[in-house]
C-alpha cells in the first residue's frame, strides 16, 4: 500500500499587507496580536527589578542588561552588517576606562561620563578597527579577537591606567534602582533604536553591504565607509556597557577585557537567534540566570553550563526567537499530496 | 550615436592573471548615444575587459579616458559615481530585501542624492517608478516580493533597475540576456532602446549574437584578450577572423 505523503503548510497569518513590516491594522485585535510580544518584553524588563527580592537577584537582572546590549551589538554586526566580530571585550574595556578616566579625572557625573564615554569608546575602537574593515570572515574575527588581549597587556605591561590595580573609587550609581532602571532603560531604548534603524535607509545600505558588497560598490558607495559607520555605532553599544559596568563595581580594570564579554554574547545571540536582534536579549536572559543557578553544582557547573548550551544548540539550533517568530505569524497544517 | 564626442577612451589596456594574459593591449572608442557591442569565444577577456573599465581589477598597464580624464585604477565606487555603471553577469542582487528596497540602496549612493533621485522619505515611490519603468507590474505583489524569491528575468531586470537608479551615463551590461528565453529577450530590447534614446551609451557583452547585432550601433569581437575586429555588425559577421575564433580553424562554413 502506498505510503500517504504529507507535508508541512505555512500560511502567514492575514495581516500583512504586499511587503514585511507594513501591516493594515483595523481592530483592536489585530492591533493586540502586533503589540502583544512588544507589550510582554518592556513590561517583563520594567517589572523584573520590582519582582525579585534579594539584591544578588537585582544584581543578575542588571548583567543580564549588560550581556543583551552586548549581544545586541554582536547580532547587529554580525547578521545585518556581515562582519563577525569576537572581540566584543575590546569595546567594554575601552568604554569602561574612558568612563572611569572621565568621571576620576575630568570630575564628570555619571549621567554625563557614561553617554561621553560610550560615544569616545566608539569612536577609539571604531578608529582602532580601521584597518581590519576590508578583511571578511574569519580574517576579521581573528583579527578582533585579539585587540581586547593586546590592550589589557598593554596597560599591565606599561603601567598605565592604573595597571593590574585598575582605576577605583568610580563613583557609584547611589541605590538598586539607579542601577537596574538606567541600564534596562538603556537595553529597551538600543534593541528598540537597532530595530528600528535596521528598515531605515542607512540599515537598507549595511544589509546591502552583507548580502552583496560587490553590488554595493557598483551603486556608487564606498563599503569601507558605511561599514566604519556600523563599527561605530555597534562599538557605541558595547562601550555603554562597559561604562556601566565600570559605574556599577566602582572600578575600571582589567577584567573589562575578559574573554566572557566576547564570547558569551554570542552564545546568547545563537541561542536567541541571529538576526532577530530580541534574540540576542533573550538569550542573555537564559544564560545568566542558568549560570548563577549552576553555582550550586560548584565544579560541575560548567559542565551543565555546557550540556543545557548544546540542548538548544541541537533541539533548536536556528534559535528560540526565529522559532517563535515564525510559530506567531504563521499558521501551520499538515496537507496529503 | 554622435561620432565626434568620444565618452570613453580606453587605451594599451592589458592585465595579466599568473601566466595568462587575459586582457592585452585593447584599445578603443565608446561615443556618446551609441550602443556599443563586445563579442567573442568563452575566455576571450569580455569580462576582464567589463572589470578593468569599472575598477573591479585593476590593469596593469593602459589609461581609461572618460571625458578626458585617466580613470584606471580608480575604485569601483568611484568610478560609478562618474556615471559609468555596470550589471553583473552573475546577478548580485541584496537577496534579502525586497526587490523596491534593493533601490534603496543605490538611491542613497551620493550620485542619486546629486542628480535629485528622490529626498528622504520620497525614496520608496521613486524606486517603485523605476521598477514599474524596467518592466515590473506596479499594483501586483512584484515589487515587494524579495529577490531570493524573483525569477531569473526578474533579477536582470532589477541589474538595469540599479543601474538606473544612478541616472547612469554608461551603462556596461556583462550578458544580460544570458539565461533568459527569446521571449524576454524581446521583451528587453525596445526598454534598451528606450534608454539609448533618453540619452544614456551603452556597453553590451554578450554571447547572444542574433539580438546584440539587432541593437548595437558598432560591435568590437576579443580571442585571447586581444581586439580581432571592429565596425558595424555586417562587417564583424562577415570577418573572417571572427568566423574562426567561434568556429575553430576551418570552420568557414
Known amino acids: 500500500m502506498a505510503e500517504v505523503q504529507r507535508r508541512k503548510e505555512r500560511l502567514d497569518r492575514g495581516i500583512k499587507v504586499r511587503a514585511e513590516s507594513i501591516y493594515a491594522v483595523s481592530s483592536w485585535e489585530e492591533a493586540a496580536y502586533l503589540l502583544a510580544p512588544r507589550i510582554i518584553l518592556v513590561l517583563g524588563l520594567l517589572l523584573a527589578p520590582l519582582l525579585v527580592q534579594s539584591p544578588y537577584w537585582k544584581r543578575v537582572v542588571t548583567v543580564v542588561c549588560v550581556y543583551g546590549l552586548l549581544g545586541l551589538s554582536f547580532d547587529f554586526l554580525a547578521h545585518f552588517v556581515g562582519l563577525v566580530s569576537l572581540g566584543g571585550a575590546l569595546a567594554t574595556g575601552v568604554g569602561g576606562y574612558a568612563s572611569a578616566l572621565a568621571n576620576k579625572a575630568l570630575g564628570l557625573p555619571v549621567f554625563l561620563s557614561i553617554p561621553l564615554a560610550s560615544l569616545a569608546g566608539g569612536v577609539v575602537c571604531t578608529v582602532l578597527l580601521l584597518p581590519c574593515l576590508p578583511l571578511r570572515g574569519v580574517y576579521f574575527a581573528i583579527v578582533t579577537l585579539m585587540y581586547p588581549l593586546v590592550l589589557s597587556r598593554l596597560v599591565e605591561a606599561f603601567n598605565i591606567l592604573g595597571g593590574t590595580d585598575g582605576i577605583p573609587g568610580v563613583q557609584g550609581f547611589g541605590g538598586p534602582w539607579a542601577e537596574s532602571y538606567i541600564i534596562i532603560s538603556a537595553l529597551l531604548l538600543c534593541l528598540f533604536g537597532l530595530r528600528r534603524l535596521v528598515n531605515e535607509d542607512l540599515g537598507l545600505i549595511l544589509r546591502g553591504v552583507k548580502d552583496n558588497d560587490q553590488a554595493v560598490k557598483a551603486s556608487g558607495i564606498s563599503v569601507t565607509r558605511y561599514k566604519a559607520i556600523a563599527v561605530f555605532i555597534a562599538s557605541t553599544l558595547g562601550c555603554l556597557a562597559g561604562a556601566y559596568l565600570a559605574h556599577l563595581y566602582m572600578w575600571a580594570g582589567l577584567s573589562l577585557f575578559a574573554l566572557d564579554f566576547s564570547i558569551l554574547p554570542i552564545a546568547a545571540t545563537v541561542i536567541g537567534g541571529g538576526g532577530t536582534l530580541v534574540g540576542a536579549v533573550v538569550g542573555s536572559m537564559i544564560l545568566i540566570p542558568l549560570s548563577e543557578l549552576l553555582r550550586e553544582f560548584g565544579t560541575l557547573r560548567i559542565a551543565f553550563y555546557a550540556l543545557v548550551l548544546m540542548g538548544f544548540i541541537v533541539v533548536r539550533s536556528e534559535g528560540l526567537m526565529v522559532w517563535a517568530q515564525r510559530k506567531y505569524h504563521q499558521f501551520e497544517r499538515w496537507v496529503q499530496i | ?253
Not at chain 2, 553590451?204 to 581586439?227: P, Q, Y
Request: net charge positive; with cysteine.
Open chain 2, 1 to 253: 550615436m554622435n561620432m565626434d564626442k568620444p565618452l570613453l577612451k580606453v587605451e594599451g589596456l592589458s592585465k595579466t592573471f599568473g601566466g595568462l594574459q587575459a586582457v592585452q593591449d585593447v584599445s578603443m572608442v565608446l561615443y556618446q548615444g551609441e550602443i556599443l557591442g563586445i563579442i567573442g569565444p568563452n575566455g576571450s577577456g569580455k569580462t576582464t575587459l567589463v572589470n578593468l573599465i569599472t575598477g573591479f581589477i585593476k590593469p596593469d598597464k593602459g589609461s581609461v579616458k572618460f571625458r578626458g580624464r585617466d580613470i584606471a585604477g580608480w575604485p569601483p565606487h568611484k568610478i560609478a559615481d562618474l556615471g559609468i555603471v555596470r550589471t553583473f553577469q552573475n546577478m548580485r542582487p541584496y537577496y534579502s530585501l525586497e526587490a523596491y528596497r534593493n533601490l534603496i540602496v543605490p538611491l542613497n549612493s551620493p550620485r542619486a542624492k546629486r542628480m535629485g533621485m528622490g529626498r528622504w522619505g520620497e525614496r520608496d515611490t521613486v524606486a517603485l517608478d523605476i521598477l514599474e519603468e524596467i518592466g515590473f507590474e506596479r499594483d501586483s505583489f512584484v515589487p515587494y516580493k524579495k529577490a531570493s524569491a524573483l525569477p531569473t528575468g526578474y533579477l536582470k531586470r532589477l541589474e538595469l533597475a540599479r543601474c538606473l537608479a544612478l541616472k547612469p551615463e554608461v551603462i556596461i551590461a556583462d550578458e544580460l540576456f544570458s539565461g533568459l528565453s527569446a521571449s524576454e529577450i524581446a521583451s528587453l530590447v525596445p526598454l534598451i532602446e528606450k534608454l539609448q534614446g533618453g540619452g544614456i551609451t551603452f556597453i553590451m557583452v554578450e554571447h547572444r549574437l542574433r539580438e546584440l547585432f539587432s541593437l548595437a550601433n558598432r560591435v568590437i569581437a576579443l580571442d585571447f584578450g586581444t581586439k580581432i575586429c571592429e565596425g558595424s555588425p555586417k562587417e564583424v559577421m562577415a570577418n573572417p577572423r571572427v568566423r574562426q575564433a567561434y568556429l575553430g580553424p576551418g570552420g568557414s562554413d
